[in-house]
């Protein structure tokens, strides 16, 4: 297996993973062109036999160039618990910390256990706040992305 950074020819591949990736949430094509184009110094993915299996999409904030934040990180479900999501991110969490990152963050649906427990154990924490309530074992803000989308923010701190 071999973990590169994104390229922009990867977008259609990447959009095609995307999609076996449930509950996690699909784009238009054009967002994965986005990141494969203007982000692929921070976004990653994981080949084995030149086939796309993983992925990892993010990108550094325009505003404050000490924040990155996770957009999606999606591993075939045939090579799930192989290690590619770990080291997917690791690959990114030595890149943005050679960046001086101070906080990455993401969000997640309070469905999706498997992420709430891998970004656990990676050393996320689930966003504990007064926009918070808690659902479950998680902390989430209602409506976070509309009404009836509620969602789990995880962030990393370094310091």
């Given at each position: 297996?071999?973990?590169?950074?994104?390229?922009?020819?990867?977008?259609?591949?990447?959009?095609?993973?995307?999609?076996?990736?449930?509950?996690?949430?699909?784009?238009?094509?054009?967002?994965?062109?986005?990141?494969?184009?203007?982000?692929?110094?921070?976004?990653?993915?994981?080949?084995?036999?030149?086939?796309?299996?993983?992925?990892?999409?993010?990108?550094?904030?325009?505003?404050?160039?000490?924040?990155?934040?996770?957009?999606?990180?999606?591993?075939?479900?045939?090579?799930?618990?192989?290690?590619?999501a770990s080291k997917l991110l690791k690959e990114?969490?030595?890149?943005?910390?050679?960046?001086?990152?101070?906080?990455?963050?993401?969000?997640?649906?309070?469905?999706?256990?498997?992420?709430?427990?891998?970004?656990?154990?990676?050393?996320?924490?689930?966003?504990?706040?007064?926009?918070?309530?808690?659902?479950?074992?998680?902390?989430?803000?209602?409506?976070?992305?509309?009404?009836?989308?509620?969602?789990?923010?995880?962030?990393?701190?370094?310091?």
């Amino acid at each position: 297996m071999n973990i590169r950074n994104v390229r922009e020819g990867d977008f259609i591949r990447i959009a095609e993973l995307a999609w076996k990736c449930k509950p996690m949430a699909t784009e238009r094509n054009s967002i994965y062109h986005l990141f494969t184009k203007f982000f692929s110094s921070t976004s990653f993915v994981a080949e084995e036999d030149q086939r796309i299996i993983g992925f990892l999409l993010e990108f550094i904030s325009q505003d404050n160039p000490e924040e990155a934040y996770i957009h999606l990180l999606c591993v075939h479900p045939r090579f799930r618990r192989d290690g590619i999501a770990s080291k997917l991110l690791k690959e990114f969490i030595e890149t943005v910390k050679m960046r001086n990152i101070k906080r990455i963050s993401l969000i997640t649906k309070p469905i999706n256990k498997r992420a709430i427990s891998f970004y656990r154990k990676h050393g996320f924490k689930d966003y504990d706040g007064p926009e918070t309530c808690r659902n479950g074992d998680v902390n989430v803000f209602k409506d976070y992305n509309g009404e009836g989308e509620d969602m789990v923010l995880f962030e990393k701190l370094f310091m």
